[in-house]
Each structure stands twice: as structure tokens, then as C-alpha cells.
């Protein structure tokens, strides 16, 4: 298990509060090299990327003392020409601690009198710092809007649980996965989401590409790279208090 933070936008955020997301699509960023140092290069005969496990099946390492460490099974993506193999960086179990746009007391952004300089994210004192939620659009502590990739840890208030994680091209989302990702659709709202299941909904899918070109720009639904497809439960809480527990 590890834990790490995940950035998302404000409507997403409100989907999270709302129940309505259970999953996000992250492209990969695939190698561009192989193991000798090549450039990737694929044979029809033999393929190009594909899903795969990595470990597990009584795979193992050795340590320095030469003894067998249990490579343990994590979900993985593998160029069937070259062999270079990737395991995506998030696995089942991992922890996310959600980072959003905030703002800060209006005090805690003004010149230190000590230091004369400008506070930073970093030296705010959780016990004391007073912080409120862009995507909550309540602003009443007046201080400085700070981007989610600002968030310190303590500030977090959601906290991600991961418990699939899927390889997959990003065109190969399904009506009830795009759902999942927090896509309002009101043909699916109208029919009681029974769209969404069996055959999927085309509807929800259509703007489910639409958010995925506003956040990754144009063309990038069309483009169809590959991607890791989290799903998780969400947790209204910070994640060092669910450790505390």
C-alpha cells in the first residue's frame, strides 16, 4: 500500500462529494526506449502494447543477502515486440489523497513580520491555518486562491481508496464507466440510468470526451492512448485521520 496525492478539478471534486464519481481515467506515459536503449519499434507479426500483470505466479527477486523476495502482482502494460514491460504507477490498495484548488486565512498570506517574506503552503501550520474549498464556492476568509498542486497533505479532505485498477485504450470506456467518472447525462437521468447498463450509453460517453478534451486539449479524445482506469471508494476524510483510526 502506498499512498499518494491525485489532482483533481473542481467539478470533479463536487462529483466526489456527491457520490457521483468512483473512478478517473490517467493516460500513461509509455517508455519510448527499450532496454538496450532503442527506440520502440513494433513488428505486425508480433504486436505492440497490450494489458498485462507484472509478478505474482511465484515470480521473485533477490536482495543483496541473495535471498527470494515474492515479486508481488501489479497491474502492467507490455510492448509484445521489445518485451519493456511498465507497471502503472497506481495499484490496487494505494491510498490517494485528493489535492484541490483552497485558499488561506487572508493573515496567513501576508508578509511574515519575522522573515519579511510571503508565506508559503509549506509553512502553514495545520493546527492553526484556517482553509476553505474552491469547488465549495464559499469564500469568506479572503486570502489567496492557491492551485490544487499547492495542497499540503494535512489540507486534504478526501481520501481515495483504490480497488481496480484496468489497462485499457481510453475510446474503450463504457456508458456505465463514463458514469462512474462523474458525467452527468440527462438521457441517462431520464431513463432512470438504465441506458448506462448493457450496451452503454453513447450519450454519457459523448461527454465524457468532451471533459476529457477540456482537461488534455483538442484532439485528445481522438488521439486514444492508453490508460490506467482507477476505481476506488471515496472517503470524506483526511488521510492521516482514517490512520489515526
Known amino acids: 500500500m502506498t499512498d499518494r496525492p491525485i489532482l483533481f478539478s473542481a467539478p470533479m471534486i463536487r462529483a466526489l462529494l456527491d457520490g457521483r464519481k468512483t473512478q478517473t481515467r490517467r493516460a500513461l506515459k509509455l517508455p519510448k526506449k527499450t ?10 507479426d508480433m504486436g505492440g502494447w497490450e494489458p498485462t500483470i507484472s509478478g505474482g505466479g511465484g515470480t521473485f527477486t533477490i536482495n543483496r543477502a541473495g535471498e527470494r523476495i515474492p515479486a508481488p502482482e501489479r497491474v502492467a502494460i507490455w510492448h509484445k515486440t521489445t518485451g519493456v514491460c511498465m507497471e502503472v ?8 489523497w485528493v489535492r484541490e484548488a483552497w485558499r ?4 496567513q498570506d501576508s508578509y511574515d513580520d519575522n522573515l519579511g517574506r510571503v508565506r508559503t503552503p509549506k509553512d502553514f501550520d495545520p493546527a ?3 482553509i476553505e474549498y474552491i469547488a465549495d464556492g464559499t469564500f469568506e476568509l479572503g486570502g489567496k486562491n492557491y492551485p490544487g498542486m499547492f495542497m499540503p497533505r494535512w489540507a486534504s479532505r478526501l481520501t481515495l481508496i483504490v480497488t481496480d485498477v484496468r489497462v485499457q485504450r481510453l475510446r474503450d ?3 456505465a464507466d463514463s458514469i462512474a467518472e462523474g458525467v452527468q447525462c440527462g438521457t441517462c437521468d431520464a431513463m ?6 448493457g450496451l452503454g450509453c453513447f450519450a454519457s460517453v459523448a461527454k465524457f470526451a468532451a471533459l476529457w478534451n477540456t482537461i488534455n486539449g483538442p484532439g485528445a479524445w481522438e488521439s ?5 482506469a482507477y476505481s476506488f471508494t471515496v472517503h470524506k476524510r483526511n488521510i492521516d485521520a ?3 483510526t
Do not use: H
Request: aromatic share 10%.
Open 104 to 107: 488561506s486565512n487572508w493573515g
Open 224 to 228: 486514444n492512448p492508453w490508460v490506467a
Open 128 to 130: 492553526t491555518s484556517a
Open 242 to 244: 482514517m490512520s489515526a
Open 35 to 44: 532496454f538496450s536503449g532503442g527506440p520502440i519499434y513494433e513488428r505486425p
Open 89 to 96: 504507477p497506481i495499484q490496487i490498495g494505494d491510498r490517494l
Open 173 to 175: 470506456i463504457s456508458g
Open 192 to 197: 432512470g440510468k438504465s441506458a448506462c447498463s
